[in-house]
């Protein structure tokens, strides 16, 4: 079985503290953030919808979500390789149904028919951790013909109480860690940077056993540290997006690769190669 997407997710072990006793995170050794520079929001994104329910402060832009609205943002360019970052910080107490996100999609080009890759945080019930899913979708997938991708990692530290890096890389041969085994089961066209809030009552919490309940409104999602080093869709045929490890050749140092394995070792809590309940020929990378 190949390795199933994980997208870096160990990258946001930089100031981040172990809640577990097993052990603390061990190292990557190399951080890909370290040699991109920060883009201001303006330079790269754009408010998208509920712009009412967006503003800046102290360098960090703040969506919400209340029982009128929630909030998303998009990148001005579309990509088809490249490395896509931000800090989150999530929000704290009873978020169950609340879905905090941070994706790559092509929805708005190919309506019916789209890729996309998610970082999503799934809203809680006080005294549970977070979960972050990771999900791939591919020509359609996701429109219909549910065909996710899913993988889900409980969180070891709170990412309420400070900014933590969260990145997606995606190259012309893998998204870190879901590597290329055919066109079927890849994405290949260019997509756009995505940023939202918004509310997934219907699934998001334990399956839908919790909804959101806006006694607790405003739900906030705050983005800093934004990151983006790619290849838009104009690029040149020649251009590649940055290495995730200090190797030119891309992939993962070993050091790394220790990590990943950690924090799936430690904290995964779903995987869909894994999901005896899942009709696996719709997966063949499994």
Same mark, same amino acid.
């Given at each position: 079985?190949?390795?199933?997407?994980?997208?870096?997710?160990?990258? /946001?072990?930089?100031?981040?503290?172990?809640?577990?006793?097993?052990?603390?995170?061990?190292? !990557?050794?190399?951080?890909?953030?370290?040699?991109?520079?920060?883009?201001?929001?303006?330079?790269?994104?754009?408010? %998208?919808?509920?712009?009412?329910?967006?503003?800046?402060?102290?360098?960090?832009?703040?969506?919400?979500?209340?029982?009128?609205?929630?909030? #998303?943002?998009?990148?001005?360019?579309?990509?088809?390789?490249?490395?896509?970052? !931000?800090?989150?910080?999530?929000?704290? #107490?009873? =978020?169950?149904?609340?879905?905090?996100?941070?994706?790559?999609?092509?929805?708005?080009?190919?309506?019916?028919?789209?890729?996309?890759?998610?970082?999503?945080? %799934?809203? =809680? !019930?006080?005294?549970?951790?977070?979960?972050?899913?990771?999900?791939?979708?591919?020509?359609?997938?996701?429109?219909?013909?549910?065909?996710?991708?899913?993988?889900?990692?409980?969180?070891?530290?709170?990412?309420?109480?400070?900014?933590?890096?969260?990145?997606?890389?995606?190259? =012309?041969?893998?998204?870190? *860690?879901?590597?290329?085994?055919?066109?079927? !089961?890849?994405?290949?066209?260019?997509?756009?940077?995505? #940023?939202?809030?918004?509310?997934?009552?219907?699934?998001?919490?334990?399956?839908? *056993?919790?909804?959101?309940?806006?006694?607790?409104?405003?739900?906030?999602?705050?983005?800093?540290?934004?990151? %983006?080093?790619?290849?838009?869709?104009?690029?040149?045929?020649?251009?590649?997006?940055?290495?995730?490890?200090?190797?030119?050749?891309?992939?993962?140092?070993?050091?790394?690769?220790?990590?990943? %394995?950690?924090?799936?070792?430690?904290?995964?809590?779903?995987?869909?190669?894994?999901?005896? /309940? *899942?009709?696996?020929?719709?997966?063949?990378?499994?």
């Amino acid at each position: 079985m190949v390795m199933p997407l994980l997208i870096l997710a160990f990258f /946001m072990l930089i100031g981040s503290s172990s809640t577990n006793a097993q052990s603390n995170p061990p190292s !990557t050794g190399f951080y890909p953030s370290s040699k991109i520079n920060t883009i201001p929001f303006n330079q790269a994104y754009r408010s %998208l919808w509920g712009s009412q329910h967006q503003r800046f402060d102290q360098n960090s832009l703040v969506l919400w979500l209340d029982s009128s609205s929630g909030s #998303g943002f998009k990148s001005l360019k579309s990509y088809k390789s490249g490395y896509f970052g !931000t800090a989150v910080k999530l929000h704290p #107490g009873y =978020t169950a149904g609340v879905i905090t996100s941070f994706y790559l999609s092509n929805a708005e080009d190919h309506p019916g028919n789209h890729d996309e890759v998610d970082i999503e945080f %799934l809203g =809680t !019930t006080p005294g549970k951790p977070y979960t972050l899913q990771t999900n791939v979708y591919i020509r359609g997938s996701g429109d219909g013909k549910i065909i996710g991708r899913e993988e889900k990692i409980h969180l070891w530290f709170d990412p309420t109480k400070d900014f933590h890096n969260y990145a997606i890389l995606w190259s =012309t041969i893998e998204i870190i *860690r879901y590597p290329r085994k055919s066109d079927n !089961t890849f994405p290949l066209r260019p997509m756009y940077v995505y #940023g939202s809030i918004w509310d997934a009552s219907s699934w998001a919490t334990e399956n839908g *056993r919790y909804k959101a309940d806006y006694r607790y409104q405003p739900f906030y999602g705050r983005y800093n540290n934004f990151k %983006l080093s790619g290849c838009d869709a104009n690029s040149p045929s020649w251009c590649r997006p940055p290495s995730s490890s200090p190797a030119r050749t891309g992939g993962l140092s070993r050091q790394q690769l220790a990590a990943m %394995l950690w924090v799936r070792r430690n904290f995964k809590v779903y995987d869909y190669c894994r999901d005896p /309940m *899942r009709d696996h020929t719709q997966t063949p990378e499994c």
